[in-house]
């Protein structure tokens, strides 16, 4: 009896660790297929990264970053758009010097990205220049504070490091949602109000014109409405402000009966 109970508690802890050692091999194997420069989903789909909340449109979301070590370089970093400064054009990381900001190197493009992890379980975006001569490793560390740059310069010949302190590096559960999911509320408001502006104005004008054959001034849609509209919001204004008023002032506003 003591034998069995031996037995089966064996194959139970050799089970148990067969499990630990194949899910820890498995999520070493795990991978980030690239969506976009700053984005990636698991290749099961269970979970993403998405950097678009950090990104700045034209100009580096980190700029003139100074290094740990305080050296002679200052360096610039957008996660998702390319960018230009000094020397560098198009490129998602400059490196420019602290004394003359003419001397400036490509240290990395947006479309050579590739996502990986490091040793320690960190999942790290490389980075290529242009001409292939010099590689940036982005870590993305997940916190819960304020998005930090830190940048620990070139650690090696041509190789350099920074290092993403963000609640936006944490890997989010559930497949990438596209873009729709990384961009705020107003800035999808602002998508659809400007087409659909556009849209009002040229359709209505155009069926002003064809439909219903007028010209000049009438060919803009609901002409009497925006016509008026100020007025409106004139006497709108006046009203709601009255209370706040002078009797006096509010007297001169009517005319007297």
Same mark, same amino acid.
């Given at each position: 009896?003591?034998?069995?109970?031996?037995?089966?508690?064996?194959?139970?802890?050799?089970?148990?660790?067969?499990?630990?050692?194949?899910?820890?091999?498995?999520?070493?194997?795990?991978?980030?297929?690239?969506?976009?420069?700053?984005?990636?989903?698991?290749?099961?789909?269970?979970?993403?990264?998405?950097?678009?909340?950090?990104?700045?449109?034209?100009?580096?979301?980190?700029?003139?970053?100074?290094?740990?070590?305080?050296?002679?370089?200052?360096?610039?970093?957008?996660?998702?758009?390319?960018?230009?400064?000094?020397?560098?054009?198009? @490129?998602?990381? $400059?490196?420019?010097? /602290?004394? +003359?900001? #003419?001397?400036?190197?490509?240290?990395? %493009?947006? =479309?050579?990205?590739?996502?990986?992890?490091?040793?320690?379980?960190?999942?790290?975006?490389?980075?290529?220049?242009?001409?292939?001569?010099?590689?940036?490793?982005? @870590?993305?560390? $997940?916190?819960?504070? /304020?998005? +930090?740059? #830190?940048?620990?310069?070139?650690?090696? %010949?041509? =190789?350099?490091?920074?290092?993403?302190?963000?609640?936006?590096?944490?890997?989010?559960?559930?497949?990438?949602?596209?873009?729709?999911?990384?961009?705020?509320?107003?800035?999808?408001? $602002?998508?659809?109000?400007?087409?659909?502006?556009?849209?009002?104005?040229?359709?209505?004008?155009?069926?002003?014109?064809?439909?219903?054959?007028?010209?000049?001034?009438?060919?803009?849609?609901?002409?009497?409405?925006?016509?008026?509209?100020?007025?409106?919001?004139?006497?709108?204004?006046?009203?709601?402000?009255?209370?706040?008023?002078?009797?006096?002032?509010?007297?001169?506003?009517?005319?007297?009966?």
């Amino acid at each position: 009896m003591a034998g069995t109970k031996h037995t089966g508690l064996f194959r139970r802890q050799t089970l148990a660790a067969f499990l630990v050692v194949f899910s820890s091999e498995l999520a070493k194997s795990q991978t980030c297929v690239k969506k976009m420069s700053c984005a990636c989903e698991m290749d099961d789909k269970s979970g993403y990264i998405d950097l678009n909340s950090v990104q700045s449109s034209t100009k580096p979301r980190f700029r003139d970053v100074q290094p740990q070590d305080f050296g002679p370089w200052l360096y610039s970093w957008n996660p998702c758009g390319p960018f230009s400064m000094s020397q560098c054009s198009n @490129v998602a990381a $400059c490196q420019v010097s /602290n004394w +003359d900001a #003419t001397q400036s190197f490509d240290i990395g %493009t947006q =479309d050579s990205v590739t996502f990986n992890k490091d040793l320690n379980g960190n999942w790290v975006l490389r980075y290529l220049s242009r001409d292939g001569s010099k590689s940036l490793d982005v @870590v993305l560390q $997940c916190t819960q504070g /304020n998005d +930090d740059l #830190t940048v620990y310069g070139e650690l090696a %010949t041509n =190789d350099y490091q920074f290092t993403l302190s963000s609640l936006h590096s944490c890997v989010k559960e559930g497949p990438w949602p596209g873009l729709a999911g990384s961009i705020s509320f107003g800035s999808v408001l $602002c998508i659809i109000f400007f087409p659909a502006l556009f849209l009002y104005c040229v359709g209505g004008v155009a069926f002003n014109k064809i439909v219903r054959g007028q010209s000049g001034r009438d060919l803009v849609p609901n002409a009497y409405f925006w016509s008026e509209l100020p007025g409106v919001i004139k006497d709108g204004y006046r009203f709601a402000t009255s209370p706040c008023r002078s009797p006096q002032a509010r007297d001169a506003s009517y005319d007297k009966i």
